[in-house]
């Protein structure tokens, strides 16, 4: 089993930059896909990015490509998402979730999920 602890949200304004991080404990995160899922005040909840478990492979949802970088350190058993060029649309809580198959938008198959945190880009 391993538990996610999400960090790095905040206040930003357009065009700026956060990164956020995924801390795993109780387990090696290079076991699982890991994913970071958003959601904003009344819609779903929406897949941004994973980064597979086998061969690195990575995924970004089209809204955020060129401007989202996932990354994986296994040495610090963390996940980092870089996000850039901010957009007020990105705003959102932010979840990491794991799971030990392959990278999926579908947040159904998530068997491991951390708390959030909330990212606001405003002016």
């Known amino acids: 089993q391993v538990q996610l602890v999400e960090s790095g949200g905040g206040l930003v304004q357009p065009g700026g930059s956060l990164r956020l991080s995924c801390a795993a404990s109780?387990?090696?995160?290079?076991?699982?896909?890991i994913a970071w899922f958003r959601q904003a005040p009344g819609k779903e909840r929406e897949g941004v990015s994973c980064?597979?478990?086998?061969?690195?492979?990575?995924y970004y949802v089209d809204s955020v490509k060129g401007r989202f970088t996932i990354s994986r350190d296994n040495a610090k058993n963390t996940v980092y998402l870089q996000m850039n060029s901010l957009k007020p649309e990105d705003t959102a809580v932010y979840y990491c979730?794991?799971?030990?198959?392959?990278?999926?938008?579908?947040?159904?198959?998530?068997?491991?999920w951390g708390q959030g945190t909330q990212v606001t880009v405003s002016s």
């Open positions: 979730a794991a799971r030990y198959y392959q990278c999926t938008t579908n947040r159904y198959v998530y068997k491991y």
């Open positions: 980064v597979s478990r086998s061969d690195g492979s990575l």
């Open positions: 109780g387990s090696t995160l290079d076991d699982y896909a």
